[in-house]
């Protein structure tokens, strides 16, 4: 089983739109998790990272559930310049902080 | 800008050739992690340098292999190059207090 699973998509949404993706971890002992965001043959950038229950940053809201093992990201009110690969991030087993565990990653257009 | 510069940018290999790849971590760092990502998957780790030692490995074969120097930098090593080697390599790095790991630019390799 991968370490972290998510959904592909690709999820395309009219501007303005409320848009959530999630995604699943297998290490039940980590503490912190993070969305990167990638935009096209760029590298990943962090969007936001997730400690506790959740972590809101203006439009983007992270949320963690611990018993169920699922991280989820909302953005409301969609931004044209959203669109991007969304990357789940759980870190590695016992490990100094930059071993990442990463999802295939969930690809976002938003259309005007 | 992250302060963590890779070079080349890209770079076109024959198979069966060697290949080195160079990152310079942001200052003040002393931790410094290799990903290898393919086209539409999220990147997987190779592996993780810190203080100049491996720290780790992801599954990767042992013609992947590294290098850390005193003043942090790292190369990423690949011999026998394979076609499905071919990918955008990612360089990390984070110091142990901090909570982001910051990416470069990435190289990407095409192996022909």
Not at chain 1, 6 to 11: A, W, Y
Not at chain 1, 65 to 88: E, H, M, P, W
Request: charged share 20%.
């Amino acid at each position: 089983r991968k370490e972290v699973e998510q959904d592909p998509g690709p999820f395309n949404v009219p501007e303005g739109a409320t848009v959530a993706f999630n995604c699943t971890y297998s290490n039940s002992a980590s503490q912190s998790f993070f969305w990167y965001r990638q935009d096209c043959r760029k590298e990943p950038k962090l969007l936001m990272s997730v400690y506790s229950s959740g972590n809101e940053d203006g439009r983007f809201t992270a949320q963690l559930n611990r018993a169920s093992q699922y991280i989820s990201l909302l953005i409301r009110d969609s931004k044209l310049s959203d669109s991007a690969t969304y990357l789940c991030v759980a870190p590695g087993r016992g490990s100094t902080l930059g071993r990442l565990y990463f999802g295939r990653g969930t690809q976002l257009t938003v259309w005007p | 800008e992250t302060g963590v510069t890779q070079s080349p940018t890209h770079l076109i290999k024959t198979r069966g050739q060697q290949v080195t790849l160079r990152c310079s971590s942001q200052s003040g760092h002393n931790t410094v992690s290799w990903y290898q990502q393919a086209l539409g998957q999220g990147p997987q780790f190779i592996f993780q340098y810190y203080r100049e030692e491996e720290n780790g490995r992801g599954n990767f074969p042992p013609r992947f292999s590294g290098l850390q120097f005193p003043n942090y930098s790292s190369e990423l090593n690949v011999n026998a190059l394979e076609l499905d080697d071919s990918a955008l390599y990612l360089c990390a790095s984070s110091s142990q207090k901090d909570t982001e790991a910051f990416f470069g630019q990435g190289t990407r390799l095409t192996v022909v």
